[in-house]
C-alpha cells in the first residue's frame, strides 16, 4: 500500500533563517506531488505541484521554492523565512494514470517563524 | 476566477443529520471532493462526485449538481468523532482548489 511521510512534525525557526521541509511517497511510482499551507482555521492554499522529476509548478508567488529532486520526494524550501510564512504546511500526493484522482496528505509540519 | 462557499460552522445532537452545502464558480470543472480534517490533523479523503446525483458511503452521502454549481455533503447518524472541519474541493485542470472549509461541532 501507499504512505507518505513528511517531516519534521513540528519546526520554530527565526526570522530570516533557511528552511527544508521534505516529503517521500512509498509504495507507488510518477505520483503528482503537491504542497499546500494552510493558515489556522482556514481552507488548504496550493503552492506548488509537480507531475515529475524536476517538474514544478508554482502557484503563488513567495518567498519559497520546491524541488523534485527523485521521483517520490519533494523538497520545499527557503532561503530566508519571513513571519509570514508561518503556518501548517502539508505534502499531498495522487496516482497520475487517472485524472483527477483523490489526494492523499502527509501529516503535516507546524512551522511557526519567531 | 475561481470560488467556494461553504457555511463556516454547523452544531448538531448526536444521532442527528447535518448537510454541508458548497458552492463553486470555476473554470475546467471535473469534480468535486470532500475531505475531513481533524483539529492538528491531515485532511483525508471521504467523497468525489464527477457527475450529478448521489454517492453514498456508509454514513456520509455526496451530492453533486453541476448544472446548478452545487454540492452537499450529508452526515447521518452523527457521532462525537464526526466533530472536525469538512472541507469540499473543486477539480480542476489538475488541481485542487478548497473552500475555507465547514467546522462541525457535535454534542451530546
Known amino acids: 500500500s501507499q504512505t507518505i511521510h513528511q517531516w519534521p512534525a513540528t519546526l520554530v525557526q527565526p526570522v530570516g533563517s533557511p528552511l527544508s521541509l521534505e516529503c517521500t511517497v512509498e509504495g507507488t511510482s510518477n505520483p503528482n506531488l503537491y504542497w499546500y499551507r494552510q493558515a489556522a482555521g482556514r481552507g488548504l492554499q496550493l503552492l506548488f505541484y509537480?507531475?515529475?522529476?524536476?517538474?514544478i509548478s508554482s502557484e503563488v508567488p513567495q518567498n519559497l521554492s520546491a524541488s523534485r529532486p527523485q521521483d517520490r520526494q519533494f523538497i520545499l524550501s527557503s532561503k530566508k523565512l519571513l513571519l509570514s510564512d508561518s503556518g501548517f504546511y502539508l505534502c499531498a500526493w495522487s496516482d497520475d494514470r487517472v485524472s483527477n484522482q483523490p489526494q492523499h496528505f502527509g501529516d503535516g509540519t507546524r512551522l511557526s517563524i519567531l | 476566477g475561481q470560488s467556494l462557499e461553504q457555511p463556516s460552522e454547523v452544531t448538531a445532537v448526536e444521532g442527528a443529520i447535518v448537510q454541508i452545502n458548497c458552492t463553486y464558480q470555476?473554470?475546467?470543472?471535473?469534480?468535486l471532493s470532500w475531505y475531513q480534517q481533524h483539529d492538528g490533523g491531515a485532511p483525508t479523503f471521504l467523497s468525489y462526485n464527477a457527475l450529478d446525483g448521489l454517492e453514498e458511503t456508509g454514513r456520509f452521502s455526496s451530492f453533486l449538481s453541476r448544472s446548478d454549481s452545487y454540492g452537499y455533503l450529508l452526515l447521518q447518524e452523527l457521532q462525537m468523532k464526526d466533530s472536525a472541519s469538512y472541507f469540499c474541493?473543486?477539480?480542476?485542470?489538475?488541481?485542487?482548489?478548497f473552500g475555507a472549509g465547514t467546522q462541525v461541532v457535535v454534542t451530546p
Open positions: 509537480s507531475v515529475g522529476i524536476g517538474q
Open positions: 470555476t473554470s475546467g470543472f471535473y469534480g
Open positions: 474541493a473543486v477539480h480542476s485542470w489538475g488541481k485542487l482548489q
